[in-house]
């Protein structure tokens, strides 16, 4: 693929993650005000965790796909500025390698929380992953 459409593909990217990430805060603007409470408040963060962490919601779901696509967009752009990537098919493997990593990270977690009678701080700490996935999509997004 030459680097024109190279570009003109992660410009499009862009283009809808950034109307994607519009219609999620629109939409649930209460789970954004909660998530930067938690952050400072354990009492807010447990009360957040037992309200929203027992069932993933849509607005997570794609909060969760709007940090893979920004952070292996910034990857893809580092690795591109090296000289090791050049084409669009590379951001995929990027984007499924990225992916792939968190889900065996939960998985692993769910196990380990399962065997050891863990379960409840397994949960907390999947569930603070998941704020920090969002803090640091807030700081990929511009950067990107």
């Known amino acids: ?4 459409q190279s570009n003109n593909f992660i410009f499009w990217l862009l283009l809808f993650i950034s109307a994607l990430l519009a219609i999620v805060i629109n939409v649930n603007l209460s789970l954004i005000k909660l998530v930067f409470r938690s952050l400072f408040n354990i009492n807010m963060f447990k009360l957040f965790q037992r ?7 849509l607005s ?6 709007i940090f893979f ?3 292996s967009i ?4 580092f690795l591109k500025t090296k000289n090791s990537v050049s084409s669009s098919m590379d951001w995929v493997y990027i984007f499924l390698g990225l992916g ?3 889900v065996i990270k939960h998985i692993l ?3 380990l929380g399962n065997i050891f009678s863990i379960q409840k701080a397994t949960s907390l700490y999947s569930f603070q992953s998941f704020l920090i996935m969002f803090l640091q999509e ?5 950067l990107t």
């Not at 997570?60 to 796909?65: E, F, G, K, R, V």
């Not at 910034?74 to 752009?77: A, D, E, G, K, V």
């Open 1 to 4: 693929m030459i680097p024109s």
């Open 60 to 65: 997570q779901l794609l909060l969760y796909s």
């Open 138 to 142: 807030s700081f990929f997004f511009p």
């Open 51 to 57: 309200e929203e962490g027992a069932v993933i919601s």
């Open 100 to 102: 792939l990593f968190y």
């Open 69 to 71: 696509v920004n952070a």
């Open 109 to 111: 977690l769910f196990i």
């Open 74 to 77: 910034l990857i893809f752009l």
